[in-house]
């Protein structure tokens, strides 16, 4: 018999959500495929099950960083395939060779290595400009002899409208295209796909905006949000004015206020960067963050506000404008999310 108690965080994960940003980014790519990263569990949400829900809405090319990340996932769903973004080590081959994911060859190492232990169909990275990972353009000769079923590369700046790198990268990555006799070519992430179809080439990769993210302008109204995260009030307290709440008394009320206590801080991914700036809701209200967010705490000025111990307050389910409001990226936002919560899926 189990003696623990339940949390008082939850992230409730909208799997009819996360579909319908899948079709939109697909639909948007035009006649390219759309695939999904699922790296880093799912961005934090949980890779299992983004996979299962994703292959029963259409989609069938996934995509992790490790071989860790690959074994973690499990048996694929039929027809589903798998391909690891960072490669093959030594260490790796085993699980490269034993045919669950196709490598990303990355660098000249990676490719004599793939090669030398007869590899099979694989994946290979072209750096088109980003300067991370991926084979330089006259390093692709190296390739010969291999199958490649994806050729890949991965854009810097396509979050940043009118940078003109993007274009660069598009023109390169076509002239290679034309000379590589891939099955397939790879470009666009999220905001590669927001940029328009010129750049999905034959399969898109998108990552954030299955999650919720809005990566560039044209994703705004189109995008769901997918993560809801409520935490418990814990304890209310009256703070009358002049006095401060938190560590470094970095707030000071300004009239008697009604201070809500809410069981979660920067442990559970709720970033310092909030202190004073986030906001929580209740009901239709918006109750601000008062004071620094702490390991484990954040306060709240519910004063007014119909709020009780032991409700649950949702943080800010709009990723954007949390990032505007902490300085934190939305992949900061999901992936930071920590292993405190009760998860649940609908």
């Known amino acids: 018999m189990s003696d623990a108690s339940p949390p008082a965080l939850r992230l409730t994960i909208d799997g009819d959500a996360l579909a319908a940003n899948w079709r939109w980014l697909r639909d948007r790519g035009c006649a390219a495929a759309c695939g999904a990263a699922v790296k880093a569990d799912g961005y934090g949400l949980g890779a299992r099950e983004t996979v299962a829900r994703l292959s029963r809405a259409g989609c069938r090319d996934f995509f992790v960083s490790s071989w860790a990340e690959a074994a973690a996932l499990g048996p694929l769903p039929d027809g589903c395939a798998l391909s690891v973004l960072h490669g093959v080590r030594e260490a790796d081959m085993a699980a490269a060779l034993a045919g669950q994911a196709r490598p990303v060859l990355n660098s000249p190492a990676q490719v004599a290595r793939w090669k030398a232990a007869g590899g099979g169909t ?29 050729l890949m590369s991965h854009l810097a700046c396509a979050d940043e409208p009118g940078h003109p790198l993007n274009e660069t990268q598009r023109a390169r990555f076509a002239e290679i295209v034309a000379t590589m006799p891939a099955r397939r070519a790879s470009l666009a992430n999220s905001a590669g796909v927001c940029i328009g179809a010129d750049y999905a080439f034959d399969l898109t990769r998108p990552g954030l905006a299955l999650y919720g993210g809005v990566p560039r302008v044209e994703a705004q109204g189109h995008i769901r949000p997918v993560a809801l995260v409520e935490a418990e009030v814990i304890q209310l307290r009256a703070v009358t004015t002049g006095e401060t709440v938190g560590y470094g008394a970095t707030w000071t009320a300004t009239r008697d206020s009604r201070i809500a206590v809410l069981n979660i801080g920067y442990a559970d991914g709720y970033a310092r960067a909030f202190s004073n700036t986030g906001r929580v809701r209740a009901g239709e209200a918006w109750l601000p963050v008062v004071g620094r967010v702490s390991m484990d705490l954040i306060a709240v000025d519910a004063t007014g506000a119909d709020v009780a111990e032991g409700d649950w307050l949702a943080l800010d389910p709009d990723l954007a404008e949390a990032a505007r409001r902490s300085g934190a990226s939305q992949y900061e936002l999901l992936t930071g999310l920590g292993r405190r919560y009760q998860r649940r899926w609908t």
């Open 122 to 150: 694989c994946d290979a990275m072209v750096d088109t400009g980003i300067n991370r990972l991926g084979l330089r353009a006259d390093e692709l000769g190296l390739l010969g002899g291999l199958a490649i079923d994806t």
